[in-house]
């Protein structure tokens, strides 16, 4: 769990959309759980004292301009890259932190062979930590269930695997260890944090992932034929993490069925987010030859 729970109603009342999304960030629950999972900021005197971290996310949205130019550096607008970004501010600045590294590449000669997330100094020692942003529909039958990005070809299961067969390790290897014993860092711990959405199927709950943390009310998914009573809304992609507010850009929602999966929400009298929920085409997921042929 994130240690800082208290401060999800936080993201509502701050004026900037980029610090709602950095409270977001740091104080939203992650997908799920699990041994190999670690909160950045655990050990941070944030943790110790939340009502800090709140004053510090307050500030920030007071003057948010040393945030919106660390945002805008680069043309990398994905949002796993911005999510990335919005941890890297935080460690950058947290007290009892020290971010010793981020996106550290991995190179044998001129071939890279992979890259560190982020290397993390605190009280509990020195961290290697993968860090992603998912969002992910449960799809199949309860004896089988399957939890697949919006696109269909990205799994939850699939993802976990190369986390831990292939990015975890990777601070552990020969050369990993030398290239940080030349930067004079100690051997790390690996874990990971992901943060994101997980979308039930709106006709028939599924069994969720192992570890994860449902909502009492989760977002879900389906087609236009079983879109439940709206108004809904179109929320663009680049805002897709806090929860909308009045202020945020929302899209009329278009007339017919979608060509590709659309995030909705629903927004109360004030114009907070009441609910989320993607609609999908008819069939989704679709699979990669009826892709190829459309």
């Not at 960030?25 to 909160?39: E, G, I, M, N, Q």
């Amino acid at each position: 769990m994130t240690p800082f729970a208290e401060l999800c109603a936080l993201q509502r009342r701050l004026s900037q959309p980029q610090v709602r999304d950095l409270a977001w960030t740091l104080s939203a629950p992650p997908l799920l759980v699990a041994d190999d999972t670690r909160h950045p900021l655990v050990a941070s005197d944030w943790a110790a004292h939340p009502e800090r971290l709140a004053d510090w996310l307050r500030q920030q949205d007071a003057a948010p301009a040393e945030l919106t130019a660390w945002l805008a550096q680069g043309s990398d607008r994905r949002l796993g890259r911005q999510y990335e970004r919005l941890w890297q501010f935080a460690l950058d600045r947290a007290p009892g932190v020290r971010l010793l590294a981020a996106n550290l590449p991995l190179r044998e000669g001129e071939r890279t062979l992979g890259e560190l997330d982020l290397l993390v100094a605190d009280d509990e020692g020195i961290h290697h930590l993968e860090l992603a942003v998912k969002f992910y529909l449960g799809e199949g039958v309860p004896a089988a269930p399957r939890w697949l990005g919006p696109g269909g070809e990205d799994q939850l299961a699939r993802k976990l695997a190369h986390l831990r067969e292939r990015q975890l390790p990777l601070s552990s290897t020969p050369l990993a260890r030398a290239d940080l014993a030349a930067r004079d860092i100690a051997p790390p711990r690996a874990a990971f944090w992901m943060g994101g959405y997980l979308f039930q199927p709106l006709d028939a709950a599924l069994p969720w992932p192992a570890g994860a943390l449902p909502s009492a009310q989760p977002p879900l998914w389906c087609e236009r034929s079983r879109l439940p009573d709206g108004p809904w809304e179109v929320l663009p992609k680049g805002h897709w993490l806090a929860p909308a507010v009045a202020s945020t850009p929302c899209l009329p929602l278009p007339e017919g069925e979608p060509i590709w999966p659309q995030l909705l929400v629903r927004r109360d009298d004030r114009g907070d987010e009441t609910a989320r929920l993607f609609l999908v085409p008819p069939g989704w997921p679709l699979q990669p030859a009826a892709k190829a042929a459309s």
